[in-house]
Every structure is written in C-alpha cells, then in structure tokens.
C-alpha cells in the first residue's frame, strides 16, 4: 500500500463537487504522474459538499492509498473555498491545485515542476485553446478576462484559471490572506514573485456536467471585479460630473425655449422627461455598484469562518496542534 513520508514534496489539491464519474480516472491519471516524481506526494481531496458517492469514493481511496487526505466541508461553500480549505492543509513544498474533472491534465505537471525547479514560484496554466465548451461560455470568458484585465489594479494573466504550482512561500502567504470573497487566481497575481505561465489546450470534461453553473461563473466573476477594481466607484464621479454638465446646458436651452410655443419646444419637453429617465436608471445601478462593495464590507466584518469541516482522513501523520491549527485557522 502506497504511503505518506511524514513531510511530502509535492502535495495536490483537487475540489470535488459530485464528481463520482470522474475520480476513478483522476486517481488512474494522477498516480500514474505520482510514480515518476523526484519525491513524495499527498493528494488532498476536498469534497465540497457533494450530494453523489463522491465523497465514500474518497474514503474509499484513503484506505487503499495513504496518500490520499480528505476534507470533507459541511456543506457546499464554492470552489475557491474549497481551494482554500486544501491550502491551508496542504503540506508539500509545492502545491499543484486542479480540477476532478480531467481538464487540467495531470501530466502538465511536469512542465509546472521543471519550471518551479527553474525558480519560478507560481507555474499557471494558461489555456490556448479550449475545446467542447459552447460558444456562450467561451464568448463570456474572452470579454471577462479582458474587461478584468482592464479594470484590475493588478495583472491578472488572461486565460488561467486556478490549475497551477504554487511555491510554499505563496502558500503560506495565501493562508495569511482572510479575505473571504476569494478569487484565487487575482491574489496568487497579486503576491507577485517570479511567475510563469506554461501554456495546453484544455480538452473537454472527462464526464458528467459542469459544476460552475451560470450563477456561480456570475457570482465569481463579480466577486473577482469587485475584489481587485474601484474603478466601478469612480464611474459614479464620471457619470455625476456628465449629468451635471448636462444639465447646465439643459437648464440654458429650458430657459431660452420656453417662451417659444414653437414644435422644437414641445420635443425639448419630451426630452425632457427622457432625461430625467435616464438620470433614475444611472443613480440606480450607482447605488448597485456601491452595494456590491457594501455588501462584500458586511460580509469581512461578520468574521465567520470561511468553511466548516466535517470529517477529515489522512492526517493522522500531522502533529494534533498543527491539525486544531489547520482546521480551526478559520475561526480564531
Ligand atoms: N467545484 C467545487 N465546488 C463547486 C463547483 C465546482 O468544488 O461549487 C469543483 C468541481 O468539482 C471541479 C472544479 O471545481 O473539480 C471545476 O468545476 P467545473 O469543471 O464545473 O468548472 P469549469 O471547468 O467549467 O470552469
Ligand atoms: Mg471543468
């Protein structure tokens, strides 16, 4: 039975929510990878909350291959928590976050870990080309990474998502970061540090459907605009100093007009009530805008914990205060 040396080099953390179609495949694939590295592994499944066998699967594999850690998160909190529960357990010098679904193919790996060897402490993966998605998604992510790449206050690499090698000092730093509307990807960007990109295809799921419903793509795409760009609250000062010279002009040509019973007053007129319209519709998505920030504020200040845990395998070669540590890092 394959087992863990007490501190493993290389640790890989994989989000699972209803994956049971693919873990079979996955652990094929990434065992093959583990065979042929310079030095231990540890594979930290976390199940986020899953409603399928994904998670008796990876009890299942803890007992075959003690390699294998599970966290089992009491409910579904997101990927990027999910991603962040597996940081802050994770142990090896570094750490290679990827998907269950196969999308992130395994064997990249290689190329992530002769970069880190090269010196560069984050190795992301950066997509190509990616095959089997619809035109929709495809279409979203092209004007997403733009606009974010416009709108941040720091360069967040186009097209990567969170399969990457993180170094242990980015780990470690990630860990020291509380913020709970995490977009991964922008902080691992905003550390900085020597990063590199090496470049795939992504191919298609290996089974079952997406995870990242439409909702949750929305959700992270705001959170990740929000989190790193004021630039949506400046637009307030634009728009405010628009209407205001607007209006001057309006007030002027109001004035001048309207001892003229002439039609071109009567159009002004209509005009008029267009514009007082279109004043409503711009306070009303300013005050969207600033509630987006607002609320995000309310959410740090409550303090919860970002995740809950509610059963954990593997971790029996971990001192015990460094397991309460890990697991409750969360809460004190
Ligand atoms: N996932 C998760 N929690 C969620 C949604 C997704 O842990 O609430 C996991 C999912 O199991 C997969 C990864 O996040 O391992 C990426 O999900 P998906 O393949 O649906 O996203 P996409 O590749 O389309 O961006
Ligand atoms: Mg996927």
């Known amino acids: 039975m394959p087992t863990l040396g007490t501190t493993p080099k290389y640790s890989f953390i994989i989000p699972i ?14 065992t093959d990878v583990l065979e042929v590295l310079d030095g231990p592994s540890e594979i930290i499944l976390v199940n986020d909350g899953s409603r399928d066998s994904s998670l008796e699967m990876m009890r299942q594999l803890h007992h075959r291959d003690r390699r294998i850690v599970y966290l089992s998160l009491a409910r579904n909190f997101g990927h990027q928590i999910a991603v962040t529960a597996g940081l802050n357990f994770a142990r090896g010098e570094a750490v290679i976050i990827l998907d269950a679904d196969l999308q992130d193919p395994p064997e990249l790996v290689y190329s992530m870990i002769a970069e880190w060897q090269n010196g560069y402490q984050v190795v992301y993966a950066q997509r190509i080309q990616r095959h089997q998605e619809s035109w929709f998604k495809r279409l979203m992510a092209y004007v997403f990474y733009r606009v974010l790449d416009r709108l941040a206050n720091v360069r967040i690499p186009k097209d990567t998502g969170d399969f990457c090698l993180m170094d242990r000092v980015i780990v470690d730093l990630l860990n020291r970061m509380p913020e709970r509307s995490r977009y991964i990807r922008g902080l691992r960007a905003w550390l900085g540090f020597k990063q590199t990109a090496v470049r795939f295809e ?23 605009l929000v989190a790193f760009s004021v630039l949506p609250l400046r637009l307030f000062n634009l728009s405010g100093f628009v209407c205001r010279e607007y209006g001057d002009c309006h007030g002027f040509f109001s004035a001048v007009l309207a001892d003229c019973q002439t039609r071109f007053a009567a159009d002004w007129a209509s005009d008029d009530h ?22 995000r504020i309310y959410e740090e200040v409550k303090g919860r914990p970002l995740y809950t845990l509610s059963e954990v395998g593997g971790l029996e070669n971990v001192a015990p205060q460094v397991q309460r540590r890990n697991a409750y890092s969360q809460i004190t």
């Open 17 to 30: 929510y209803n994956e049971e179609e693919s873990i079979a495949e996955l652990y094929r694939r990434l």
């Open 202 to 224: 992504r191919p298609p799921r290996f089974a079952g459907e997406v995870k990242y419903t439409f909702k949750k793509s929305l959700a992270l795409a705001i959170n990740s």
């Open 274 to 295: 267009d514009c007082h319209l279109f004043l409503g519709r711009v306070q009303l998505v300013s005050i969207g805008i600033l509630g987006e920030y607002i609320g």
